[in-house]
């Protein structure tokens, strides 16, 4: 009555649809997935079982894409173990820095499949640094731009520096889209992180405090970055979403409800960002 347990994980895209006694259709749309994610232990698990049974039924490869992840250790590169006493409990990790903060981490500090040497003063440095300036560009929208003329898709921007933060915003949707296809979410994180901290904070919003037409502008970045962070930090975008929605009733449902941004390629200005450098 009882055979290896691992059985179930490799029958697991047969069984979810009950196939194949019903939902022909559906399952020969599922098949194979696009993409399976699981620690590098599964490599003789998950992904073994699932690769040994489709071989038997004659299906051929059950997955396309594999995304491994490898072990977090602690901050001197050891494996946590409770007898060890270095285990860090997530659950006081979220507690004090939200769920985010980690999940931001563990995306940018490197390549999925490396190991991680955890350390909370780097997810405090990642609170402060992403967090905190996004915060704040969102906090001077709040302070100074409720009343300002909204910039949406139709507008046209006048200003230099506004053409510039379009063509590098627009620019960033592409690549982290592009990442994102192929499997790629470090370099995806990471072309974030720098276009929040460098191009929008420290550059343009710098330098277009004084410009009441840029806040308009500024709202309108930061509700499409919301669509693009998303899938990265799910509570930090819908808390941008929906703070930036306040009194207004058009867009107000949950930033998870809308598409993927488009790339508007109108406003990318190669040339333009050349002559910045």
């Given at each position: 009555?009882?055979?290896?347990?691992?059985?179930?994980?490799?029958a697991?895209?047969?069984?979810?649809?009950?196939?194949?006694?019903?939902?022909?259709?559906?399952?020969?749309?599922?098949?194979?997935?696009?993409?399976?994610?699981?620690?590098?232990?599964?490599?003789?698990?998950?992904?073994?079982?699932?690769?040994?049974?489709?071989?038997?039924?004659?299906?051929?490869?059950?997955?396309?894409?594999?995304?491994?992840?490898?072990?977090v250790?602690?901050?001197?590169?050891?494996?946590?173990?409770?007898?060890?006493?270095?285990?860090?409990?997530?659950?006081?990790?979220?507690?004090?820095?939200?769920?985010?903060?980690?999940?931001?981490?563990?995306?940018?500090?490197n390549?999925?499949?490396?190991?991680?040497?955890?350390?909370?003063?780097?997810?405090?440095?990642?609170?402060?640094?992403?967090?905190g300036?996004?915060?704040?560009?969102?906090?001077?929208?709040?302070?100074?731009?409720?009343?300002?003329?909204?910039?949406?898709?139709?507008?046209?921007?006048?200003?230099?520096?506004?053409?510039?933060?379009?063509?590098?915003?627009?620019?960033?949707?592409?690549?982290?889209?592009?990442?994102?296809?192929?499997?790629?979410?470090?370099?995806?994180?990471?072309?974030?992180?720098?276009?929040?901290?460098?191009?929008?904070?420290?550059?343009?919003?710098?330098?277009?405090?004084?410009?009441?037409?840029?806040?308009?502008?500024?709202?309108?970045?930061?509700?499409?970055?919301?669509?693009?962070?998303?899938?990265?930090?799910?509570?930090?975008?819908?808390?941008?979403?929906?703070?930036?929605?306040q009194?207004?009733?058009?867009?107000?449902?949950?930033?998870?409800?809308?598409?993927?941004?488009?790339?508007?390629k109108?406003?990318?200005?190669?040339?333009?960002?050349?002559?910045?450098?």
């Amino acid at each position: 009555d009882l055979i290896d347990v691992w059985f179930d994980s490799g029958a697991m895209p047969y069984a979810q649809w009950h196939w194949p006694f019903e939902n022909q259709k559906m399952f020969k749309e599922q098949f194979p997935a696009d993409f399976i994610s699981e620690g590098i232990d599964q490599t003789r698990g998950w992904f073994y079982t699932m690769l040994s049974v489709a071989t038997l039924l004659g299906k051929g490869n059950p997955y396309k894409n594999v995304i491994s992840y490898s072990h977090v250790l602690d901050n001197k590169g050891q494996k946590m173990s409770k007898s060890k006493g270095n285990v860090v409990s997530p659950f006081a990790v979220m507690e004090k820095f939200g769920a985010d903060a980690p999940r931001w981490y563990f995306y940018t500090v490197n390549e999925p499949g490396d190991y991680k040497l955890f350390s909370e003063k780097d997810v405090e440095t990642k609170l402060k640094g992403f967090f905190g300036t996004l915060d704040n560009c969102v906090r001077f929208y709040e302070l100074y731009g409720r009343d300002a003329e909204p910039f949406t898709h139709s507008s046209k921007a006048a200003n230099l520096l506004d053409k510039w933060i379009l063509s590098k915003f627009y620019g960033l949707v592409s690549g982290v889209s592009g990442n994102l296809d192929r499997y790629e979410p470090t370099l995806a994180a990471r072309a974030i992180e720098k276009f929040v901290v460098e191009d929008l904070s420290n550059w343009w919003l710098r330098r277009s405090r004084k410009r009441k037409e840029a806040l308009g502008l500024l709202r309108f970045i930061l509700l499409e970055l919301t669509k693009v962070i998303a899938p990265f930090t799910p509570f930090t975008a819908e808390d941008i979403h929906m703070r930036l929605h306040q009194g207004s009733k058009a867009g107000t449902e949950s930033v998870h409800l809308h598409d993927w941004p488009s790339v508007n390629k109108k406003y990318i200005d190669n040339g333009l960002e050349e002559q910045t450098k």
